[in-house]
């Protein structure tokens, strides 16, 4: 069993004497030694911390303080030395010293991962690893047009990154747009953007989604456009929840208020999915990384120049 082990500061004088051995006992005798105790160890004592209930500990030492058998400054370094400790406090006044932040730790991470490898569903990708460039007229500039047209007029990989925030067929009122079109119709216009997006990524460029699922339809959005694009065999890099403290999500506490055999399930947050072709690793950023590496080591730049030297 663990503990947490901290000095029990006494007086000289009163250690190893044979009043300060008896109030000790009395004191170990007060506790279950599985939660604390004191131990004598050479010529101090040690307190042996897993948890204690404080009111628990604060009676015992006022109950020994009207005995007068037994010295009041034991009983007060006793207290004040439990009381010093920053501990993690259970419900009412227990509070817990140890193993309140042990995590569980993932085993032979780096075997599983030669094992079965990451992200299985990329598996026979074929990526063309060679950018090209944007041509000059879509260069700092704003396109307004259906974005499955415009996207179709760029080669292939020549956007390094890509966020986007597609309708979410609420049935909102844009003004050139329908919004709330049969779903499947609506995931058939999305999934063909999806895949123009998929073509014109660079190797290593990145594709941001913020999206909403319409709950009151259950329908799964975000799950079903990282379906599309893992199958589309994008890696899924992870997912940001967008918090957004919605007001009509206020009421979550009212859930299941006149709705108990079906309650609401609320959320405050939009999700925001991202994805890479190819690679985690961004070529651009990761060459960056490198020069970074070799200027800190000999401060060359790797390029044949130096960094001036400091004077
Ligand atoms: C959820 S909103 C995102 C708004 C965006 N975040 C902004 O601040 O402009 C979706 C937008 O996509 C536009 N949209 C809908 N269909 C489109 C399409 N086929 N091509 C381009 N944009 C489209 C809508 O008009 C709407 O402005």
């Known amino acids: 069993m663990s503990y947490r082990v901290v000095p029990l500061p006494l007086p000289k004088d009163l250690v190893c004497k044979a009043s300060t051995e008896v109030l000790i006992e009395e004191l170990n005798s007060r ?87 990451r992200h299985f569903y990329t598996n026979g990708a074929s990526f063309d690893e060679l950018a090209n460039l944007l041509p000059e007229p879509y260069i700092n500039q704003i396109h307004c047009g259906d974005s499955e047209q415009v996207l179709g007029q760029l080669p292939a990989n020549c956007v390094d990154l890509i966020f986007t925030s597609p309708p979410y067929n609420f049935g909102l009122g844009y003004d050139a ?71 009509n999500c206020k009421y979550t506490a009212w859930g299941s208020w006149k709705s108990p055999s079906n309650p609401y399930l609320k959320y405050t947050w939009e999700f925001i999915e991202v994805f890479c072709k190819g690679t985690l690793q961004n070529p651009v950023t990761a060459s960056m990384q490198t020069s970074v590496r070799t200027i800190s080591r000999n401060g060359s730049l790797g390029n044949g120049l130096s960094l001036p030297k400091r004077t």
């Not at 009207?66 to 227990?94: M, P, V």
């Not at 953007?193 to 989604?209: F, M, P, T």
């Not at 259950?218 to 992870?238: N, Q, R, T, V």
Request: hydrophobic share 30%.
């Open 177 to 247: 747009q329908e919004d709330s079109d049969q779903w499947q119709n609506y995931f058939d216009k999305l999934f063909a953007i999806l895949d123009e997006c998929v073509r014109v990524l660079k190797y290593g460029g990145r594709l941001a989604i913020n999206i909403q699922p319409l709950y009151s339809d259950y329908i799964p959005s975000h799950h079903m456009i990282s379906k599309k694009l893992m199958d589309a065999k994008l890696i899924w890099k992870g997912e940001i929840l967008w918090e957004k403290n919605n007001y």
């Open 31 to 117: 506790f279950n030694h599985s939660e604390l105790s004191i131990v004598k160890s050479d010529d101090r004592y040690e307190l042996h911390l897993r948890e204690a209930v404080m009111s628990h500990v604060e009676t015992v030492v006022e109950d020994l303080c009207r005995d007068s058998r037994y010295d009041a400054t034991i009983l007060c370094s006793f207290l004040s030395t439990i009381k010093e400790q920053s501990s993690y406090g259970l419900s009412g006044d227990k509070r817990v010293y140890v193993g309140y932040n042990a995590e569980r730790k993932v085993e032979g991470r780096k075997e599983k991962e030669t094992r079965r490898g």
